[in-house]
């Protein structure tokens, strides 16, 4: 159970990690983003957690938006599994 709740964990923070570099990409090239490769294979990357959650988030939410929610959903997700790992962790050494 730890193993594969460390491979989520690490999978999880790798995508996170993934966000975070399409973000830095698309601040550090002033505009010219669709035409950096770096930035497209990036977005590639990172679609199919996008598409995910624009299938679970209402329509009411922009398409603009949705790559931050995904984010934040991610983001959420590594911190829940911190706590998770924690508590079984705690357990299993009582």
Excluded: C
């Excluded at 988030?57 to 398409?63: E, L, Y």
């Amino acid at each position: 159970m730890q193993f594969v709740l460390a491979a989520i964990h690490e999978v999880t923070k790798f995508v996170g990690l993934l966000f975070i570099a399409q973000a830095l990409v698309r601040v550090l090239s002033f505009g010219r983003h669709e035409g950096n490769v770096i930035y497209r294979s990036l977005r590639f990357l990172t679609s199919p957690v996008v598409r995910l959650t624009r299938a679970i988030t209402p329509r009411i939410v922009d398409d603009g938006h949705v790559p931050v929610v995904a984010f934040l959903l991610i983001f959420w997700a590594w911190v829940a599994l911190i706590f998770i790992r924690r508590d079984l962790m705690i357990e299993g050494a009582g």
